[in-house]
């Protein structure tokens, strides 16, 4: 049974920086595609960003392009979203998702939550104007 934690989250300014990991453990930490949600208040859950297994690939949504950046330490277990010029509306629960997923699909990604299989319990993230 795969168990995700996630830490770093906390209050910040707009403008500012947060680095959020989420650390693994119970499974083999490089056969998953990881992914970040959020969730604001009163809102659904949304995708933010995710990477694949094996080739590094990433997609994000377009609100945190430019601005987020996913990587992962397989070695460590622990996928990490950089967080840069955070804006109030980036204000929420973020929380880490995983999935696992054959060697011969190395290249897949999923953007939606019923796609993934494991959930970190979340971290909140509060950007103040």
């Known amino acids: 049974q795969v168990q995700l934690v996630e830490s770093g989250g906390g209050l910040v300014q707009a403008g500012g920086s947060l680095r959020l990991s989420c650390a693994s453990s119970?499974?083999?930490?490089?056969?998953?595609?990881m992914a970040w949600f959020r969730q604001a208040p009163a809102k659904e859950r949304e995708f933010v960003v995710a990477i694949s297994r094996s080739t590094g690939r990433t997609y994000y949504a377009d609100s945190v392009k430019g601005r987020f950046l996913i990587s992962r330490d397989n070695a460590r277990d622990t996928v990490y979203l950089q967080m840069n010029s955070l804006k109030p509306e980036d204000t929420g629960v973020y929380y880490c998702?995983?999935?696992?997923?054959?060697?011969?699909?190395?290249?897949?990604?999923?953007?939606?939550?019923?796609?993934?299989?494991?959930w970190g319990q979340g971290t909140q993230v509060t950007v103040s104007s």
């Open positions: 998702a995983a999935r696992r997923i054959g060697a011969s699909r190395g290249v897949v990604l999923y953007t939606t939550a019923p796609n993934y299989d494991y």
């Open positions: 119970g499974g083999a930490f490089s056969n998953y595609v």
